[in-house]
């Protein structure tokens, strides 16, 4: 049991370490906040299913706890929490599986609701920390919740996608990996 513990710590180390990184690239940054990266998320999704989404919350929250410190924007505690540690917790969501097997696409629905509930908590926080009838107009939106909706979820989208399909390239050989070292351990 304390050997499966340790195991835990160190793989969400290295995946909260990885995101972190792999945070650092983006692909496109968003004029006001948010960026596609190159699959920044993909650690924590695979570590959210290996070890269920308990765990992956956990690892999540600090994820976006390492993100708020270091280059965050806060203008308020409640808006670090909506934009930083509920939203990134939201990607241990990725851990449940959509069927009774678990196969590579029981997950993607679940991927899709992790970036789904994420953006939800940005939206929020958009409606009201940054409310800005003006930047809205000036896209075309007469109101601002339309606005906050398309905004974070076009980059949202975006990053969805691309992470969808490295996902779906890696998996088999991500799994028979996990296999073969829980075998060993046992």
Not at 94 to 100: E, L, T, Y
Request: hydrophobic content about 50%; charged content about 10%; some cysteine.
């Amino acid at each position: 049991m304390k050997e499966k513990h340790t195991r835990f710590i160190v793989e969400s180390g290295v995946s909260i370490a990885l995101s972190f990184i792999l945070s650092l690239v983006p692909v496109f940054r968003m004029p006001m906040g948010g960026s596609v990266t190159l699959v920044s998320r993909l650690p924590i999704i695979i570590l959210s299913i290996r070890w269920g989404i308990k765990k992956g919350f956990i690892a999540a929250a600090a994820l976006g706890f390492l993100n708020m410190t270091f280059g965050g924007y806060v203008i308020h505690p409640i808006q670090a929490i909506l934009d930083y540690i509920l939203s990134f917790a939201a990607i241990g969501l990725s851990g449940i599986s959509f069927g009774k097997n678990e196969s590579k696409f029981s997950y993607v629905p679940s991927i899709i609701l992790s970036y789904i509930i994420s953006g939800a908590m940005n939206v929020i926080s958009a409606f009201f920390f940054f409310y800005d009838m003006s930047t809205a107009n000036a896209a075309g939106f007469k109101t601002f919740l339309p606005y906050a909706l398309a905004y974070n979820y076009s980059f949202l989208a975006a990053d969805c996608l691309i992470l969808i399909i490295v996902y779906l390239l890696i998996y088999d050989r991500l799994k028979s990996l996990f296999q073969k070292q829980d075998q060993i351990s046992k």
